[in-house]
């Protein structure tokens, strides 16, 4: 994806990276020895101000366009609730930040089964497999729960469509285990 986004864009591709829920070991690694909490909504705000001033033509005034997949969409969130100046446009992908009232985001991730996963049969369909495979290597894995259940600001990721003053889009898979309810019906491909 930052390939195909770098050969079709002219300006600058920024790639904030969120060391204490990244899988990655190095930064996990870092995190671990510096024993730092993360950025809350007005230091990621600045941040992001900072980055896009530094690489915006002179003269104009620093916004971007954001893609965000899941928890990306809380970071999101709460720039479009402190900073909407810097939002030019913005694709959510498997958005999060939508539904965190509902309860249902943080039950499926931390504590639920994934839905559609049929763990009674001995053998899984590919579906099944993936569900399986994000519960023990995403989900459970520890820093991530860390994050979760100890760092990160649930009040101010979530976010009212209506909170959204630029051109957006939303796009949700049609096997998202995060967000399907067991009482919301699935969303149907148009």
């Given at each position: ?100 009232p509902d309860g249902h985001v943080l039950r ?83």
């Amino acid at each position: 994806l930052l390939a195909q986004l770098c050969a079709h864009h002219t300006g600058a591709v920024l790639v904030p990276v969120f060391p204490h829920c990244s899988l990655r070991l190095d930064h996990l690694c870092a995190v671990l020895q510096e024993r730092t909490a993360p950025h809350d909504a007005s230091e990621l705000a600045s941040a992001v101000h900072r980055m896009l001033a530094r690489h915006s033509p002179a003269g104009q005034h620093p916004r971007g366009t954001f893609l965000c997949h899941s928890l990306g969409s809380a970071h999101l969130a709460s720039l479009l609730k402190r900073v909407p100046e810097l939002v030019a446009g913005c694709a959510f992908v498997d958005p999060i930040c939508f539904l965190m009232p509902d309860g249902h985001v943080l039950r499926n991730f931390l504590y639920g089964r994934r839905e559609g996963a049929d763990w009674s049969h001995g053998s899984l369909s590919p579906i099944s497999w993936f569900h399986y495979t994000q519960t023990r290597f995403v989900c459970c894995e520890p820093t991530v729960q860390d994050y979760f259940r100890r760092c990160f600001w649930w009040g101010q990721c979530w976010l009212h469509p209506s909170e959204i003053g630029c051109d957006a889009i939303v796009l949700l898979s049609g096997h998202d285990t995060v967000q399907a309810t067991p009482t919301q019906p699935r969303l149907r491909r148009v």
